[in-house]
T-cell receptor
Framework: TQLLEQSPQFLSIQEGENLTVYCNSS?????LQWYRQEPGEGPVLLVT?????EVKKLKRLTFQFGDARKDSSLHITAAQPGDTGLYLC?????????FGTGTSLTVIP | GAGVSQTPSNKVTEKGKYVELRCDPI?????LYWYRQSLGQGPEFLIY????????DSGLPNDRFFAVRPEGSVSTLKIQRTERGDSAVYLC???????????FGEGSRLTVL
């Protein structure tokens, strides 16, 4: 069971464009993480957000945790081909990290 | 080791056979997770170990799946009477504790013919 729905599922954009990925749930999470996964590899952590309303920036990536700690967004500015990958959100509740359904991003040079 | 190691990287088996997948976590990491991932989808939680004990096994799909971590380090995921629907990439992750960063291995790709 995946409690977190991500949208869009697939995204193909030109280099230099901006994009936003959404991660939504009806459940409250004590923290939320974003990972990026490349083919044949395991996911790699990008950021952890803990406080409702929290915003974190990582170079061209901006992450926001919803006020109610049920949702999150990832915004990428001026996307580059190196941003290509599967983006996953993961919410912590109890003993489990529940992963989202994933957003496959392709940035075309 | 430098990271989480999973073996085998690829396993092809026939329906009805038994398989074992091994995970060697980062040294000193007490938390260990098993996930299952289908192509293009997010990982699906299977089981979480804290030390030697399974703190949460609610994600195991049925009693054909079992996992152990006898000494609090290496873990083995065991699948009995494999079915075609078991085909997926099985990911292992370790962490310093609950809520910390998950460090993933590259996964074991299981194909059941």
């Amino acid at each position: 069971t995946q409690l977190l729905e991500q949208s869009p599922q697939f995204l193909s954009i030109q280099e230099g464009e901006n994009l936003t990925v959404y991660c939504n749930s009806s459940s409250v999470f004590s923290s939320l993480q974003w990972y990026r996964q490349e083919p044949g590899e395991g996911p790699v952590l990008l950021v952890t957000v803990v406080t409702g309303g929290e915003v974190k920036k990582l170079k061209r990536l901006t992450f926001q945790f919803g006020d109610a700690r049920k949702d999150s967004s990832l915004h990428i500015t001026a996307a580059q081909p190196g941003d290509t990958g599967l983006y996953l959100c993961a919410g912590l509740t109890g003993n489990q990290f529940y992963f989202g359904t994933g957003t496959s991003l392709t940035v075309i040079p | 080791g430098a990271g989480v190691s999973q073996t085998p990287s690829n396993k092809v088996t026939e329906k009805g056979k038994y398989v074992e997948l091994r995970c060697d976590p980062i040294s000193g990491h007490t938390a260990l997770y098993w996930y299952r991932q289908s192509l293009g989808q997010g990982p699906e939680f299977l089981i979480y170990f804290q030390g030697t004990g399974a703190a949460d096994d609610s994600g195991l799909p049925n009693d054909r799946f079992f996992a152990v971590r006898p000494e609090g380090s290496v873990s083995t995921l065991k699948i009995q009477r494999t079915e075609r629907g078991d085909s997926a990439v099985y990911l292992c992750a370790s962490s310093t504790g609950l809520g910390g960063e998950l460090f993933f291995g590259e996964g074991s790709r299981l194909t059941v013919l």
